[in-house]
């Protein structure tokens, strides 16, 4: 079977594998859609501290399954398209113990600390193989993403009244305005590209700002600031604005992953008494991002910006590594 690899620092390849068989308690899958992600972007440019070379990625699945173990539940059949959680948990450490198994010290991400799905087949354990009736294929690609997004929402304790700016639409901050937004929540999206910020107020965006963002936040909340930020893009300055820009007791949730070591104003933390929140993975918002697409409330279309068979993975990685702000979602598809 065909699989792709990152082997280096901007440099990719297709190799050979054998087809895997699944253990009593696995099912053995067909790739048919993967997403590339941002932690994907980061190992092909040498920026992602927990990637080991050859890699090779792919943790955003569309998948059929072909064979179940002897001890998978019968509701888990052949042929029946799904996703699948791409994490692990170790079940003793503090996060564990704590029941926030997607922040496990020694979780291992499919595609990141250890080989992920861009290939013709893999397994899985059962538990990690999520149903998705009335979805598609490319439905299914981005649950992951957005339950990463839907969890920061979780994280910040988004509630009907609150008003919710988000820093950076791509596809997990998407996810996020989309978990606010049915949560009753008022969105504000900011980015510099107008084209996400017009494919977020399709997503749920009441506002959207390219520009002057503290005069127009004061504008739009009251002059308060909102009661929530979060940070989807991993940048000093978004960082810093997350904090700067946000309410007096608010709360600010950082999903973007920084690169570099982040100096603050530290009085902001004290003097404004904020409730600032890491988000990692996702917990258990699959079923609610599943029932979010299945009701199409989200562009899922809209989102796509590129459907490309495996051989053109390694160029399309490549072209999104010298122009980010083209992409929104890339998808690559193993039937082609």
Known sequence: ????????????????????????????????????????????????????????????????????????????????????????????????????????????????????????????????????????????SLVEPLAVGFHAAERGRVETHDIVAVIGCGMVGLGAMASAAARGATVIAIDLDEQKLQLAKQVGAAHTIKSNVHETLLDLTSGLGPDVIIEAVGLADTYRMAIEEVAHTGRVVYIGWAKEPISFDTKHFVHKELDILGSRNSLSEFPSVIEVLRQGRFPVEATISATVPLDAAGETLAQWSREPQRFTKILVELDA
């Not at 539940?73 to 503090?94: E, F, H, I």
């Open 1 to 140: 079977m065909k699989a792709f690899y990152i082997t280096e620092p901007g440099q990719t390849t297709l190799g050979d594998l054998d087809v895997p068989r699944p253990a009593a308690g696995e099912v053995l899958l067909r790739t048919r859609l993967i997403g590339m992600c941002g932690t994907d972007l980061s190992t092909f440019r040498g920026k992602n501290p927990l990637v080991s070379y050859p890699r090779i990625p792919g943790h955003e699945i569309a998948a059929t399954i072909v064979e179940v173990g002897s001890e998978v539940p019968s509701d888990l059949r052949a042929d029946m398209d799904v996703t699948v959680y791409p994490n692990t948990n170790c079940g003793k450490c503090a996060s564990c113990k704590r029941g926030r198994t997607n922040a496990c010290k020694f979780n291992e991400t499919l595609g990141v600390q250890r080989d992920g799905a861009m290939k013709t087949y893999f397994t899985a354990p059962w538990q990690k193989v999520y149903r998705a009736e009335g979805l598609g294929l490319r439905e299914l």
